[in-house]
Nanobody, 127 residues
């Protein structure tokens, strides 16, 4: 059974930083495409950034370029999202997601493209 467990969320002031973690069990983080999504209140869940099995990363959301970095530690089977220069508009529930099969790219950007999900971790940025 695949489980993705996120942690690291919290409340910070604008300009602050957080690092989110997603520990995977029943799934190897190099198996297929993994990504971070976020969902703000009253809005759709949207892709933020993804990483391919080879380690190549790209952004679904251009607004986070230069501020958010996705990475993984294969030895810990963990996915990370380093966030710096946080803005109030980054406030959302952040979700770790993984695909069950091949394929990875900016066109796999909807929640239905990912098969496994964590429970989410809340990030709140105050001005």
């Amino acid at each position: 059974q695949v489980q993705l467990v996120e942690s690291g969320g919290g409340s910070v002031q604008a300009g602050g930083s957080l690092r989110l973690s997603c520990v995977a069990s029943g799934y190897t983080v190099t198996t297929a495409c993994m990504a971070w999504f976020r969902q703000a209140p009253g809005k759709e869940r949207e892709g933020v950034v993804f990483i391919s099995p080879s380690g190549a990363a790209a952004y679904f959301d251009a607004s986070v370029k230069g501020r958010f970095t996705i990475s993984r530690d294969n030895s810990k089977n963990t996915l990370y999202l380093q966030m710096i220069s946080l803005k109030p508009e980054d406030t959302a529930m952040y979700y770790c997601a993984a695909r069950a099969g091949p394929g990875c790219g900016v066109w796999y950007n909807s929640r239905t493209d990912f098969h496994y999900w964590g429970q989410g971790t809340q990030v709140t940025v105050s001005s």
